[in-house]
Structures are given as C-alpha cells and as structure tokens.
C-alpha cells in the first residue's frame, strides 16, 4: 500500500479512495472565471482543482480562489520557485513542481523549507517533454525507465532535504508507455500516485486513451489519485474520471443512466435529453451519495412501447413520444409531461426519492 499524503481534507494514497481532480483552464490572473470555474468542477465532484500560477498577479489571483472555493486547491509551478513560496503563503493545500526546473538545488531547499513548515505535500510531476538530457541519452530517448528514473531522481532531492510529503506523477501521451512507466513506478516506489495519460486529446480520443490507461492501472490497484486531461470544459474530465472509476470497480457510481441507442421508433431528440439529463442529475446523484442516500438508476428512453420494459430495474426515468415524455418510476408510469418538462421532472425525482 502506498503512504498517505494528506491534500487539505483529501487523503491521497494509504487506501483512501482513488480521489478525482482537475484543473482550470481559465485565465489565471482573473479571480472571478477562476473561481466560477472551480465551483463548477466542485459541483460536479471534482475532489481537488489545480491551478497554474505563472507570476505574482497569478499568486494573488490564486489566493482569492483559495479563500472562495471549498476543495482542495494545487498551485503549479514551472520554472520560477518565488511562485510556488508565494502560492504557500496564499493558502495551497499542495504545490506541484518539477524540482529540475524552478532553479537548482538552492532555490528547491526553500520550497521545501516552506512546505515542511507548512505542512503541505508536493507533487514531483514529471513528463515526456521535462526528462533530462542525460536521461534521454541513457535510454536512447523518452522511455518508461527514463520516466521513472526522472522522477525518482527527483524525488531523492526533496529525500535528501529530509521531506517525504510526496505524490509523484510520471505521464506520457503513449498510453502503452504511461501505463509501463507505473507499475513500474510502484514497484519501486511506494508514494502516492497521481495517474494520468498527459495530452490525451479531444474529448472523444481523450477519454478512450484515459480509460485504456487509467482503467488498466486502477484494475491493478495502481493510483491514488486521478486526472482525465480533455481539451475544452474541464467539467467533463469528471465525469469522465468517475466512469473510469466505476467501470474499473475501483468506486460505485453515484447515478446509472440507461438511454435506448434510439431507432425508427423514436420520434424525440433523445441524444440532447439524455445528455442533458446527465449533466445536471450527475451533481444531485453525487451529493445523496456524500449525505449517505443511495445511488440513483435513471432511465431516458425513446418509446412509450418499449421503453418501460428495457428500462426495468431502473429508479425511474422517461420513455418518450412525439414532443412528450411517459414519466415513470420502478417502471410504473405516472405522468405525460412536455419534451421541456422532462429534465424538470427527472431532477424533482433525483432530489426526491
Ligand atoms: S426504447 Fe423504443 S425507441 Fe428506444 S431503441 Fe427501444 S424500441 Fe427503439
């Protein structure tokens, strides 16, 4: 089992439950998109946010995020250690860094100064783009070795400073390569494990290159804690995060959605409703499971002849019509609602029963 580091009140590794992160992509010197766009990850279960912090007006930007938003915020740090002493005192729960890059030996020791004062772990975050150039020579380019060994050698800088508040992350864009370099990771390291598949692309590529890659570390027992990078709103790195999560069998997942593949039968736009419903039962689902109700099975069908029948064993759901929808629960039908109505009514029976 891997050590514990404690992220804020997020317990990353030690058996604590693989936790899902993110970060912003919004301008890092503007407060309020800042702080709109960590709500909206929260809201969604994204467990710990993010944020890079360039320069000072970044550092003061990260602050006020810390003082507005409720979950566990990261400040990354490239090149400039200032960043990461300024992202400390700005209340970071976690700071990742590549010690190979903020300036040497010297100006690592005082990151590290900080973070032992403060209690706050850090991140050694390496990737294919940051290996050394003897690394590189070594392995005859980027391998899963050179990775590890990258990460391990600076991981014994912060040892060598007397710290081991760390989680370590090695990710590559080659999924074959990224899974290779954690397990090998883990077996010769045991902190914490922050998995991912770096630069995983569109939405569509992104998430089958993170299930693949993810999915056959979490199934192994590799991982403590996860991003799913996607181009475009970080929101949907989350949802995928806990599909991956749940398919794996790693973490049950709050809300089951069944939607028909549609057919001739099907007289709705039933790819925006399901998408819709999905999207905003995701968040009421997530909060029964954090108040101790039970998961929530939900079903958005295409007819009324079938619908109710494919969709058995669901909680409740909707089997449409022409411009309407038969609301039904445990498969009893209830009530005729508009095509407009129907995430309406879903979301009053997500919150009700
Ligand atoms: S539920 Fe109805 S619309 Fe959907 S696939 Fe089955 S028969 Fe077709």
Redesign the pocket.
Known sequence: MSKEVKCGNIVIGGGAPVSIQSMTNTDPHDADACISQVKALEEAGCEIVRLTVPDEEAAACFGKVREAADIPLVADIHFDYKMALMAMDMGADKIRINPGNIGGPEKTKLVVDKAKKKGIPIRVGVNSGSLEKDILEKFGGVTDEGLVESALRNVKLLEDMDFGDIVISIKSSDVLMNTKAYRLMSERSDYPLHIGVTEAGTPEMGIVKSAVGLGALLMEGIGDTMRVSLTGDPVREIYAAKKILAAAGVRPMAMELVS????G??KVDLDSIAGEVETKLMPIAERRVKEGRKPIKVAV???V???PG?AKGCDFGVACGKGEGLIFINGEPQKKVSEKEITGELIKLAETI
């Open positions: 028909c593949p549609t057919c039968r099907t069908m295409g007819c002849v079938n619908g494919e």
